[in-house]
Each structure stands twice: as C-alpha cells, then as structure tokens.
C-alpha cells in the first residue's frame, strides 16, 4: 500500500517541522513528498525560506478556515498535511505564465484526493474542496467567477425555500431543490463544483450565519470589558472572515 505523505527519502511523515511567525503564520523547516494514490505521480513540497517573513508561496496558515468557523472545521488537524501541499501548488499555478485555472483546477483535486487519504471524512473533504473551488474561480476567472457565484448563492437559496414552502405549504414546491443540479449542467466540468457548493451551501448556511452572529456578539462582549477596563492595549478586533491570498 502506498503511503501518501513521505519524507524525501521515502519514510512516512509522522512529524511536521515548522517554525511559528506569530500571528496565524508558519513556514516549512523540512521538505516532503505527496504521493497521489490514482497513479502514484509525486508532488514535492519545499521547505520554506525562513530568512525571509512568511509570503504567499512562503508560508501557510494551514486550511484558510476564518476563525468563528474554527468551531465547525478546525485549521489545522489531519488537514494540515494536504492543506500545505495545496497552498504550494496554488502557488505554483497563480505564478504559472499560462494555464492558471486549469492548474489551481489540478490543484484543488489534489486536495480533495489528499484530504481523505489524510483521514478525513468525504464530507469534510467536500465542504473544503468546494470552498477552494469557488476561491479558484474568484481568483483566476475575471467575470465568470461572478456568474458561477451568483448561481451558486441563488441555488442555495432556492434549495431553502423548496424545503420550507414545501414543508409548510405545497410539497410541489420541494422540486424547488432539484433545479439547481439541472442548472448546473452547463458548466460541464465544473458542474460537480457547482453542485457541491450549492447543496453543501444551503446545508451549512445555517451553522455558518449561526456561527457568524455568535462571534460578532463575542466581540460586542468583549469591546464593552475593553472599554470598562480603561481601554489596555490594542481595541479588540474581528480575526478576517476569509484569508485568500492577494491576487
């Protein structure tokens, strides 16, 4: 059986040497190797200069998960591994002269792949696969991206309103949730991203506003004791709700 992550001498990585920049940023002490299970192609990932700060494409802050989402997908864990794999691979395929979608397309399937054989679940795998799709499109698609997003946050709503019309007044209207699959034929080959994101879209939705509200209130709670405290230090801030790198 062939085992994903190696070391460059071909041993299991059963450790990951980093050094931390503060903040949310790490960089790479030691280099590896990912090795796909499909064909066994190799990816290997650098060790990262640590004479110099932690950048795009010299650094990683693991799954760029925000932080009042923590609760739901951890940034770090049994991710950890695939998600500093896809960071360099994003890399690569943003500084690519040519060809960028389709690299950061490779990329994001990579990190599908290497998410589940890190050990987690399809479900979690998809969620973040998902995510980085729609973030491939933002960053290298120009006006599509605003298409495929559109359609994706109007899918998610329709999935919603076919549960509870349906439920609550006419069940016809639960046919509702099958319109955004059918709309996504088009996109041929990105029609499995389209439909992930919009049915996982409408399935978390509630969690992630949920979970939005609640860090929004934290923060209220917080700024007040700030206050009543005399104002030390820095006011308290909201962490970012996403950390894309800049295009």
């Known amino acids: 059986m062939t085992v994903p992550f190696v070391t460059l001498t071909g041993e299991p990585v059963t450790r990951v040497p980093l050094l931390y920049r ?6 790479l002490t030691e280099p590896f190797r990912w090795v796909d299970p499909r064909d066994g192609r190799e990816f290997e990932i650098p ?5 110099k700060p932690p950048t795009d494409g010299n650094g990683t802050d693991f799954a760029s998960v925000p932080p009042f989402l923590w609760g739901l997908i951890a940034s770090y864990g049994k991710q950890t591994l695939p998600s500093i794999l896809h960071d360099r691979l994003a890399w690569e395929a943003k500084v690519a002269p040519t060809g960028r979608l389709e690299l950061r397309r490779t990329a994001d399937e990579v990190f599908r792949v290497a998410l589940v054989e890190a050990g987690v679940s399809q479900l979690r795998a998809r ?10 499109y933002y960053r290298h698609a120009g006006g599509l991206a605003v298409l495929l997003i559109a359609q994706v ?3 998610a709503l329709a999935i919603a309103a076919g549960i509870g019309v349906g439920f609550a007044f006419d069940p016809l209207c639960a046919l509702l949730v099958f319109v955004p699959a059918l709309l996504a034929i088009p996109w041929t080959r990105n029609a499995d991203l389209v439909i992930t994101a919009t049915y996982l879209g409408a399935l978390y939705a509630p969690l992630i506003i949920a979970a939005f509200l609640a860090s929004q209130f934290e923060r209220l709670i917080a700024l007040i004791v700030w206050l009543l405290s005399g104002c030390p230090g820095q006011m308290p801030r909201a962490e970012p709700t996403f950390r894309w790198p800049a295009p």
């Not at 503060?22 to 960089?27: E, K, V, Y």
């Not at 060790?47 to 004479?51: A, G, I, V």
Request: proline share 0%.
């Open 22 to 27: 503060l903040d949310r940023d790490f960089q």
């Open 127 to 136: 969620v973040m696969w998902g995510s980085v799709g729609l973030e491939r």
């Open 47 to 51: 060790e990262h200069d640590t004479s």
């Open 153 to 155: 946050v109007l899918g």
